[in-house]
């Protein structure tokens, strides 16, 4: 049996190959989605959609990710995450294929949801692996390097989804995916393959009912504003549906209460810093999300931009995003979480109200500028804020509560797209079929960044008068 000293210095070596990777499967997950943002548009043509029916291009990802990402944070916590991490990078990268091959929307959205399934593993696990092979003093950096990944592949998705739209047809930018999981798995699916497990196996512990109720509970919470916004409380299946999400809701909280291995253990949700961090995740995702699924439709309909302009108006954003990341974790690491994620929310809130200010007047360079403010303070508030929470809990729950963080910010990503719709469908726009030649009017536009700007103001509130410092 090797010494403890032994295997620390085994975990040392291992570490910089397993943040490659799981840089790599954070680079993947968002180049798909940066070039299916930039793609939205034409999609949107190429299937006679109106914005309601393509925003499920999204919405099913979200809602499949969403719903197992607590499941596969616990698994990461009992069986060995390197194991499951492949799994996921594996599955992600054949629903990648099925959605290149995709003759209808309905087919595009069933494999979008075959896709977070695969991602789930990968977003909830990415943090757990980071957490094992370093130090505490050591993973705002690392954290940051995480975040960056996530930028860079919305920087390059961007525009690349641009050309690749433009030239050779929307169908052709799910097939990026494979050769990267083949640079994956030969860099470091031998290391994730060997990494050790974080605890002893037991089928009870994974709560595969709580699992399961968690997924119904969010989906009955998300269609109930999608049927009030289609139809409001007038049919017999809307009330069925807020009847049926209500009493899963219950349910989820009571298991909460009788069961040791919850979803969401006492532990961490009576904690007053995890409550606020989670909520500031929640808010900053819906107005982020929501926000980037407009800008595409934004910039075509108003600014009459083609889907390569569309695509660098959506890097520069990542891009800036990128470069804030990682300095905002170095800072965090340096300066305290608190005040790096604080000036992140200041300019977030800065950056969202200028974008609902803005009209067919506003120059390409102002535009740029309230663009590059919103990415500059997503990259410095999201890894001060996921290292100021992951300070709390002890190691055996770290994973379920980067888990839990992850499914805060897909929660708020799923409410912020439904929160753009929702507004359109306030002005009766949500099912316009958007063929060539129909176009969104502005004001409509400017009503929902308000929305945006709205969700900033909340954070920036609660960061700057509840969360305090825990030295």
Not at 165 to 179: D, Q, S
Not at 185 to 213: A, H, M, S
């Amino acid at each position: 049996m090797p010494a403890k000293g032994t295997e620390a210095d085994n975990l040392f070596l291992k570490r910089h190959p397993v943040l490659i990777i799981v840089c790599l499967g954070a680079f993947m997950g968002t180049l798909d989605s940066g070039v299916v943002y930039t793609s939205l548009p034409k999609i949107a043509q190429y299937f006679h959609s109106s914005l309601a029916q393509v925003s499920w291009v999204l919405v099913a990802y979200l809602l499949v990710n969403t719903s197992l990402l607590l499941v596969c944070g616990r698994l990461g916590d009992l069986i060995a995450p390197g194991r499951l991490y492949l799994f996921g990078l594996l599955g992600f990268t054949g629903a990648s294929a099925l959605c290149g091959l995709s003759p209808s929307l309905p087919w595009l959205v069933a494999s979008r949801a075959l896709q977070g399934l695969g991602a789930a593993f990968l977003i909830a696990l990415s943090p757990k692996l980071i957490v094992m092979v370093f130090e505490k003093k050591e993973r705002g950096l690392p954290l940051g390097l995480l975040s960056a990944s996530l930028a860079a592949g919305l920087c390059i998705g961007s525009p690349l989804g641009g050309i690749i739209t433009t030239h050779l047809g929307w169908l052709y930018i799910f097939f990026l995916n494979i050769p990267l999981c083949v640079l994956g798995l030969i860099i470091g699916g031998g290391v994730l393959w060997r990494l050790p497990g974080g605890g002893v196996w037991n089928w009870k512990t994974i709560n595969l009912g709580g699992g399961l109720i968690l997924a119904g509970t969010l989906a009955a919470l998300f269609l109930i504003p999608t049927g009030i916004r289609d139809s409001g409380f007038k049919t017999f299946w809307a009330l069925v549906i807020l009847g049926l999400g209500l009493g899963l809701v219950g349910m989820m909280f009571r298991l909460t209460r009788l069961q040791a291995a919850s979803f969401l253990p006492p532990e961490l949700w009576r904690n007053r810093d995890f409550i606020l961090g989670s909520l500031g995740v929640m808010l900053i995702a819906a107005s982020f999300q929501g926000t980037f699924f407009l800008l595409p439709f934004f910039l075509e309909h108003i600014y009459h931009y083609t889907p390569y302009q569309s695509g660098c108006a959506l890097m520069l954003l990542a891009v800036i995003g990128a470069i804030g990341a990682p300095v905002g974790g170095y800072l965090a690491d340096q300066r305290g979480n608190l005040i790096i994620l604080r000036i992140g929310a200041v300019l977030l809130w800065v950056g969202f109200g200028s974008l609902f200010l803005s009209g067919t007047e506003t120059t390409a360079v102002a535009l740029g500028v309230k663009l590059s403010l919103i990415g500059l303070g997503y990259g410095l508030f999201v890894p001060a804020n996921l290292n100021e929470v992951l300070r709390g809990p002890r190691p055996s729950l770290i994973g379920l509560a980067a888990g839990s963080m992850s499914l805060c910010k897909k929660i708020g990503a799923l409410s912020g797209i439904t929160l753009i719709v929702a507004v359109f469908a306030w002005v009766g726009q949500h099912h316009l079929l958007l063929h060539p030649g129909a176009y969104l009017k502005l004001d409509h536009f400017r009503l929902a960044f308000a929305a945006a700007a709205l969700l900033g103001t909340v954070n920036l509130l609660i960061h700057l008068i509840l969360r305090r410092s825990r030295g």
